[in-house]
Each structure stands twice: as structure tokens, then as C-alpha cells.
């Protein structure tokens, strides 16, 4: 599928830094030596951490789209803090796991094309690099991992709150706070709306992203995708426990890049917010999507059951090293 030429131009004025200076630069952090990284400044240094779950999407859409669209929102939020006098911006290489699969969602544990981790071994891999990049003085950190469980969010505001204990620095889960004024695009027609439903996993709006973002990784074939429509969280349960449920929720035929243009509008809000905290806007304040979401019922009773599962894998873990590793 190609993009339109709407979608071009926001992908250049989104993603390619728009109006920043000549001399704003972005760094990557794995091309750089030792030399390069003791020079940089560490008071003004931002380090933005991607990351994406390896999720399946369905049919449709790559194992890595959430990846995919914390890239592009990393690329765009470092290039804006690129652009401001006398702060640089160091993109880390993207973390490629994640905990919750939306397969969980319908008790699926075992699904192709989501290689999760357990809980604790994410908290333990942010917290471990927080350490690392504490101990070299850095004192500002943006992460950057888009993906809906609540668990998986969680434990990365944890990380967040060790590195402000420990080293007196900043590290912000980014994509889990809920800037002021946001809401989703309009455009669509009421019965689009109707179609696609209460739909947060590889529905239009994710797929229209992907065909924003990435239009060769999106099959043509989404053209023929069956609606899985629900309303609320109890329908997507109903759905997903369904043993040929595909993988997604909504309508995502109805998905073009038009529509992922407007959605991509509102990384406007994330990077903004960002350059506030940078001023001095206290993180702490600003509420969580994943504390509304543990209002929620349906939600902690996914989130006990994957809690469980994650249990019985450690322990088999365990049961397997203490037979085998003496040391």
C-alpha cells in the first residue's frame, strides 16, 4: 500500500525534525565511542530509550508495530530536544521486549508472534540500565515503550521512581502519561465508529498508523479482514477467548494512511509535554493511563491471570536451574 501525499508530507514535518536549527543534532548511542560519550554534557544530555514488544498483530501487521511506532516517536521527541540551545539529544538502541501480549486478554498464553517476558525481568533490565546510565552521571531519561498492559507500564514507572531515588535524576515513561487535551482523531463516519467499536489492539487506528509508518509491512489482505467488534472490556474477553480469534480487535479494513497521518498529529502533544518536564514540570503529577486502567475489573483479572502464568514459568525456571547450575 502506498502513502498519500498528505502522509508524505507529515512523515517529513513529523519524523525528519522539522524547523530545527542546522547545528541540532541527534546522537545514537551505538555508533558512538568512549571519547564521544565522555564529552557530552550530562546536565543537558537527554537519553530517549525505546523499546517494543514483540506483539502479534494479527494477520495484518508486523510482530514489531509497537516497536515501530516508538521508533518514530523517539526520532521525532530527540530531534525536538536536538533543537533547543545547548541540549543534545542520544537515542539508545530499542529494547525489543515487553510484558502482556493482547493475547492475554483472551487467555491465550501461547500465541505466534508474541515472545514476551516475564514482569520482573523487565523491571530488572529498565532498572539495570537506569543503574548503568546513573552511574555515569546522566540525569535525564525519556522511555519511550508504547504498548497497553498495564503490568508492562507498571513496572517501568518503577524503574522511573528507582532512578529518581537513587541517582536524583529524571527518567520518564513517556508514552504511559496522558497529556492535557488529547483524544483520538476524528474523521471517521458513524458507522466506522460503530465498526470499529472499543477497539485497543491492531484495530484502524493501529493499522492505519502502520500504513502511515510502514506501508509495505501491512498485508493487502487487511482489506478482507472480518470486524471483531466490542464495546467494552468484557466483550473483547468474549471475543478473544473465541478459539479462531485472529488477533485483533475492530475493524482494521477500514484503515488508510490518511487517517494514521491524523493520528500521528498528536506525537505533538508527547514531545511538547517532554519539553515541559525539561523546564521543570514534575512527571510525578501528571496522571497514568495504566493507573485508569486498574479501575477496571476486566483488566486487573487479566492482569492476576498473566500474573499467575508468569509464576509457574518462573518456577519451572527455577525448578530447572537448581537441578542443573550448581554455581
Not at 514507572?157 to 488529547?182: C, K, N, W
Not at 473483547?236 to 498529529?265: I, K
Request: aromatic content about 8%; cysteine-free.
Amino acid at each position: 500500500m502506498r502513502t498519500t501525499r498528505l502522509g508524505s508530507l507529515l512523515a517529513l514535518l513529523l519524523l525528519l525534525a522539522p524547523a530545527a536549527p542546522a547545528r541540532a543534532q541527534v546522537h545514537h548511542l551505538a555508533r558512538m565511542n568512549t571519547e564521544q560519550l565522555k564529552a557530552l554534557d550530562r546536565t543537558r544530555t537527554v537519553i530517549v530509550l525505546p523499546g517494543g514488544i514483540l506483539e502479534q498483530h494479527g494477520p495484518y501487521l508486523p510482530s514489531f508495530t509497537d516497536g515501530y511506532a516508538n521508533e518514530a516517536q523517539a526520532k521525532a521527541l530527540a530531534q525536538a530536544i536536538a533543537s533547543r540551545p545547548g541540549w543534545q539529544a542520544v537515542i539508545f538502541p530499542t529494547i525489543p521486549l515487553g510484558v502482556g501480549g493482547a493475547n492475554e486478554i483472551g487467555r491465550k498464553h501461547v500465541f505466534p508472534g508474541t515472545y514476551a517476558v516475564r514482569t520482573t525481568t523487565l523491571r530488572a533490565v529498565f532498572m539495570d540500565l537506569a543503574a548503568e546510565l546513573g552511574e555515569q552521571g546522566f540525569r535525564w531519561i525519556f522511555v519511550i515503550h508504547g504498548h497497553g498492559a498495564p503490568n508492562h507500564n507498571r513496572v517501568l514507572h518503577q524503574a522511573g521512581d528507582y532512578f529518581r531515588d537513587v541517582y536524583g535524576g529524571h527518567m520518564v515513561h513517556l508514552s504511559d502519561v496522558i497529556p492535557e487535551g488529547t483524544s483520538m482523531p476524528g474523521g471517521l463516519t458513524e458507522a466506522e465508529q460503530q465498526e470499529d467499536g472499543f477497539a485497543v489492539h491492531a484495530g484502524l487506528w493501529e493499522t492505519s498508523s502502520m500504513m502511515f509508518l510502514h506501508p509495505e509491512l501491512v498485508s493487502p489482505a487487511v482489506r478482507e479482514a472480518v470486524p471483531q467488534t466490542g464495546q467494552n472490556w468484557n466483550d473483547l474477553v468474549r471475543l478473544a477467548r473465541a478459539p479462531e480469534w485472529p488477533g485483533y480487535f475492530g475493524s482494521p479494513r477500514l484503515a488508510t494512511a490518511a487517517q494514521g497521518a491524523r493520528l500521528w498529529q498528536r506525537a505533538g502533544s508527547y514531545i511538547e509535554l517532554a519539553l515541559r518536564i525539561l523546564d521543570g514540570l514534575d512527571e510525578r503529577q501528571i496522571p497514568r493511563l495504566s493507573d485508569v486502567m486498574s479501575k477496571s475489573e476486566p483488566n486487573l483479572a487479566i492482569d492476576r491471570d498473566a500474573v499467575e502464568r508468569e509464576r509457574h514459568v518462573e518456577q519451572q525456571q527455577q525448578a530447572w536451574l537448581k537441578k542443573h547450575v550448581t554455581r
